[in-house]
């Protein structure tokens, strides 16, 4: 009884397993997957941890203007106080001028202080500029976060997509073994009835065993295309997910729309960050022409001292007060040509920022250019494949009929299963290239997601779909 218990309670444990294992499991469309690694990407985090240092590096810059205020205290002993020496008169009026210097004394053994100073910048080229460059450098910070999120955009589209071609590989695949292992089961009763020798059995049984290894390979892809989409999302890797969206309709009118797009360098983010270092730039040379301006900065003391040659009377007697108020200008005169080799440079900083500029532009027009040739030429390629798997699946037709009405060979039967197997793959390998074109273009332009080819099977957008594979 008490096994069966033990039995009871395992088989309860392993069904609650079950059912809640799969509601685990995460379903994303491409937008989903996307925003999901917008959110948990481990680079976008290191450049979101920048643009906060950014801004503690601007609460830098501006509490350098703000009243800085310190406190001081000090004890002193002197051991051994030191001596000064002075004229003899100092003390006798009538000593002889070459008497010996009298060596007094001028101290006590104990002395203590206690205070607070206020100092305040007044006026500062340099912190103006700063102030100036503190929006600056922010807007830079948020540009890295936004180009790093553009560059992981990317990959987790591209991961996605890999992963769904490779299943919708996988889904002809198993239609294919049905296919064969129904045309080597009805090949077996044609042998086993004397109209078929042994050989085109064992023919087909080899070509069986291929298509089953083939398919092993794609379930590998299948796993390896899942965690590699995982790792561009930023989730861990004993996650499970789904993928919601289908490549059973790729609209290529959008496509080739997308071709036409007109360039606008300001798309990119590239272009933008350039942008801003030409500001900074801009500001650097500023900042050094503002340090050959004056600089005022005034200062507020306050506190108490005392003297004693008895440690207990130090802290028992009066202290004294003391305060001050002063301001500090300092006129820059000369610094040996610094300044002007430091403006040199920047100007030159901000030369080859322009020049950055110019290359990216024409770096961006053949980048698009590049993406529109490969994007035609793909679009050529699936069209090619489309009716290539149509002409090879009417070929696996004819070439079947012929064999079973005994005027056909099962060699061409089995020929004309691999080309079809080798149209589907050339097929699905060139959608995978087009959408991968989409996705280059896209980054081109500097407008990804602006639309996708991947549609879900609701869409009401008219398609050219993938062609039907159908049993005839």
Do not use: C
Request: net charge neutral.
């Amino acid at each position: 009884m008490k096994h069966v218990t033990q039995l009871r309670n395992g088989l309860l444990a392993l069904t609650l397993l079950i059912s809640i294992g799969p509601l685990r499991a995460q379903n994303f469309t491409l937008q989903e997957a996307v925003n999901y690694a917008l959110s948990k990407n481990l680079n976008i985090k290191n450049t979101q941890l920048d643009a906060l240092s950014a801004e503690a590096r601007i609460g830098e810059i501006r509490a350098m203007g703000l009243p800085q205020i310190s406190g001081q205290m000090g004890f002193t002993d002197n051991l051994i106080i030191q001596r000064v020496f002075l004229p003899a008169q100092f003390a006798d009026p009538t000593a002889p001028e070459d008497a010996p210097p009298i060596a007094a004394q001028f101290g006590v053994k104990y002395a203590g202080n206690v205070g607070v100073s206020l100092n305040q910048m007044i006026f500062n080229g340099s912190y103006l500029v700063g102030l100036q460059a503190a929006s600056t450098y922010r807007e830079l910070a948020q540009k890295n976060v936004a180009q790093s999120k553009v560059a992981v955009a990317e990959a987790v589209t591209k991961a996605y997509y890999s992963a769904l071609v490779a299943e919708e590989r996988a889904k002809v695949l198993d239609f294919n073994l049905n296919r064969l292992d129904t045309l080597l089961r009805e090949t077996r009763i044609l042998n086993e009835s004397g109209f078929v020798e042994l050989i085109d059995v064992t023919r087909l049984e080899v070509q069986l065993n291929n298509l089953r290894t083939e398919r092993q390979r794609v379930q590998n892809l299948i796993e390896l295309s899942y965690e590699l989409l995982k790792y561009q999302m930023g989730m861990p890797l004993t996650e499970k997910i789904y993928l919601e969206d289908k490549i059973t309709e790729v609209d290529l009118e959008e496509i080739r729309a997308a071709s036409e797009a007109v360039i606008n360098y300001t798309n990119r983010v590239e272009y933008s960050i350039l942008g801003t270092q030409e500001k900074l730039a801009n500001l650097d040379i500023k900042n050094i022409r503002s340090e050959y301006l004056p600089s005022v900065g005034g200062v507020l003391t306050y506190g108490h001292n005392n003297g004693r040659n008895d440690l207990g009377d130090l802290f028992s007697t009066r202290w004294f007060n003391n305060s001050m108020l002063g301001i500090n200008v300092q006129i820059p005169i000369f610094d040996g040509m610094s300044k002007h080799y430091r403006l040199q440079q920047a100007r030159i900083t901000l030369d080859k920022v322009k020049i950055g500029q110019n290359l990216l532009e024409q770096s961006i027009d053949l980048q698009v250019k590049q993406a529109n040739i490969n994007l035609r030429n793909f679009l050529q390629t699936l069209e090619t494949q489309r009716r290539n798997v149509e002409l090879a699946q009417e070929v696996v037709r004819v070439t079947k009929i012929k064999y079973q009405e005994g005027v056909g060979s099962n060699i061409e039967v089995i020929n004309a299963e691999s080309s079809f197997r080798e149209s589907q793959t050339n097929y699905y390998a060139a959608l995978y290239d087009l959408l991968i074109a989409k996705v280059d273009l896209s980054m081109a332009l500097g407008v990804l997601y602006a639309d996708t080819p991947v549609t879900s099977t609701s869409s009401t957008t008219p398609a050219t779909t993938t062609p039907q594979i159908q049993q005839r």
